[in-house]
C-alpha cells in the first residue's frame, strides 16, 4: 500500500484502487469535489443513482483529460428499482447519466426485506440475477452489493450463480460489523468502507485525536489508514479540496498492532443508524 494507484485484486481478477472518493450527499459541487479528486490522484469514484449526481459526476470524468481505462467507475441500483427488468433498465438510465460505455463495478445499493415484501429474498434472487445478466453482457467489469449483513448474504448465496466481488458496507471506528466483513472476506469478496470518518462523527473522539497526534497526521487520515489496514477499501468524501488531498495522503506512516488494538476497542459511535433491517426503504 502506497500510492492511489495501488489496487486490491477482485475474485475475478479485476484491479480496483484501494482508495475511492465518494459523492454521497453531494450534488451542487458534485462536479468540482470530483474534478479535484482526480486531479488529486484518486482514481477510483463511487456514486449511486439515489445521490441524484451522476449526471455532474460524469462531466467530471469526461472533464478530467484522464483516461477512461485509467479510472474505476462505481454506481448503484436503488431500492425502487428492484427486479429483473426493472434492474435492466437502472443500469441502462446510470449509463446514460453518467454517458459512460461500461461501468468498473455496480452495486446493489440495499437489500429487499421483509418490512418491505415478504417476497423480499425472490426479490433480491431477481435482482441479482439482472446483476450476472449485465456482468456477462461485458457492460461492467465487476458486480457486487451494499449494505448486505448476514442473514442477506446468507439468502442471496442460495441462488446466486456468481459470488458478488465486493460488499460496500459502513465501517469506521465505533462501527466494525465484524461479523458481515468477515463472512464477506470469505466468500472472497473485498469489503468497501462506506463512511469511514463516521460521517464525521470519529473527528474529535478523545482516543482518535490522542493517537492521530502521536503520528502527526489528523484523524481523517487516521481512520482511513485504519480502514487500510484492515484489509478494506475506505472511501472518504468531502468538498473540500484540501481535505480530498489530505483525505488519501495515509502512505507515509502504520499504525502500531498496540494502536489498532486501542482503535478496535472503542465503544460503538458514529453509526448512521442505517441498517439493513430496519430502513423504511
Not at 223 to 233: D, E, F, G, I, K
Request: with cysteine; proline share 5%.
Amino acid at each position: 500500500m502506497n500510492s492511489l494507484t495501488t489496487t486490491y485484486t477482485l475474485a475475478n481478477g479485476v484491479e480496483i484502487p484501494i482508495i475511492g472518493f465518494g459523492t454521497w450527499q453531494n450534488i451542487e459541487q458534485a462536479e468540482s469535489a470530483t474534478l479535484a479528486a482526480i486531479k488529486a490522484g484518486y482514481r477510483h469514484i463511487d456514486t449511486a443513482a439515489i445521490y441524484e449526481n451522476e449526471e455532474p459526476v460524469g462531466n467530471a470524468i469526461h472533464a478530467s483529460g484522464v483516461d477512461r481505462k485509467d479510472l474505476f467507475i462505481t454506481t448503484k441500483l436503488w431500492n425502487a428499482e428492484r427486479g429483473y427488468e426493472t434492474t435492466l433498465a437502472a443500469f441502462d438510465e446510470s449509463l446514460r447519466k453518467l454517458r459512460l460505455d461500461y461501468l468498473d463495478l455496480y452495486l446493489v445499493h440495499w437489500p429487499a426485506h421483509a418490512l418491505v415484501s415478504e417476497n423480499w429474498a425472490a426479490i433480491n434472487a431477481q435482482t441479482w440475477l439482472a446483476f450476472e445478466e449485465i456482468y456477462n453482457s461485458g457492460r461492467v467489469r465487476a458486480i457486487g452489493i451494499s449494505n448486505f449483513s448476514v442473514p442477506y448474504l446468507t439468502e442471496l448465496m442460495k441462488t446466486a450463480r456468481i459470488t458478488p466481488m465486493v460488499n460496500q458496507v459502513e465501517f469506521h471506528p465505533g462501527y466494525m460489523q465484524p461479523e458481515t466483513v468477515q463472512m464477506s472476506k470469505d466468500l472472497g469478496m473485498v469489503v468497501e468502507a462506506w463512511s469511514p470518518l463516521g460521517s464525521g462523527a470519529m473527528l474529535h473522539d478523545p482516543t482518535l485525536v490522542e493517537i492521530a497526534d502521536a503520528y502527526g497526521v489528523s484523524v481523517a487520515q487516521l481512520c482511513v489508514r485504519w480502514c487500510l489496514q484492515h484489509q478494506t477499501l475506505p472511501m472518504p468524501k468531502s468538498v473540500s479540496p484540501e481535505r480530498i488531498v489530505q483525505n488519501a495522503d495515509v502512505f507515509g506512516f502504520e499504525i502500531s498492532a498496540e494502536d489498532m488494538a486501542k482503535i478496535d476497542a472503542l465503544p460503538e459511535s458514529g453509526f448512521s443508524g442505517l441498517h439493513p433491517d430496519r430502513n423504511p426503504f
